[in-house]
């Protein structure tokens, strides 16, 4: 069964290493015209595009679904190392290993989208130039998110930057508590494989 959980861990890793190409090559510009480009687009888009039809993940023109497709790749190379590693399977135990990478998948996108918030918010303290195409593109991005956050907990239309900070500090908390499950997840991760077991796959 080792042998199993290495052949497929690989086969894994290639796949999630072709479809981080494909991603690089969106960025540029007719590279998928070409022969190399045209190989990556018929090997990873049919992949990479069931998370494209997922519109939660695109927040304004930021699209979170090239980032999930890999996280998923990766969760999955993870729980199969998790079961072919350990003597005795359970399903309580594959379960956990599940919750356990959903809670890490929704942490790290909340963390990108605090980290996003945190720079505007440090601009519009240091700087009075609201000009700029890349903060008008950045808020439109973020404000839809940023109110509807706020609006589950006033029913006023907040100014801007106390929506910012409230955003912020509400999103750093479900971060917390994230990390928080998932390190409870992570400690009790061996516990259902000693009752309860069901036999191991030979």
Known sequence: MYTIS?????????FTLLCFIRIILTWIPGSEYTPVGRFFCSVCDPYLNLFRRFSFLRIG?????????????????SIVSGIFSIAQITLSGILILIISLVWSLLRSILLFIVLIMAVRLIALLVSRDYSSSFWDL???????????????????????????????????????????????ISRSENLPYREGHISPMR
Request: proline share 4%; charged share 10%; aromatic share 6%.
């Open 138 to 184: 950045l808020d439109r991005t973020i404000t839809p998110l940023i109110y509807r956050i706020t609006g589950a907990f006033s029913k006023t239309t907040l100014p801007f930057k106390s929506a910012l900070i409230i955003s912020i500090v509400v999103l750093l908390l479900l971060t917390a508590g994230c990390g928080a499950m998932t390190n409870i």
């Open 6 to 14: 290495l052949l497929i861990s690989g086969a894994l890793s290639i």
């Open 61 to 77: 023109a930021f699209d979170f679904s090239p980032t999930v497709a890999l996280l998923v790749l990766v969760g999955l190379s």
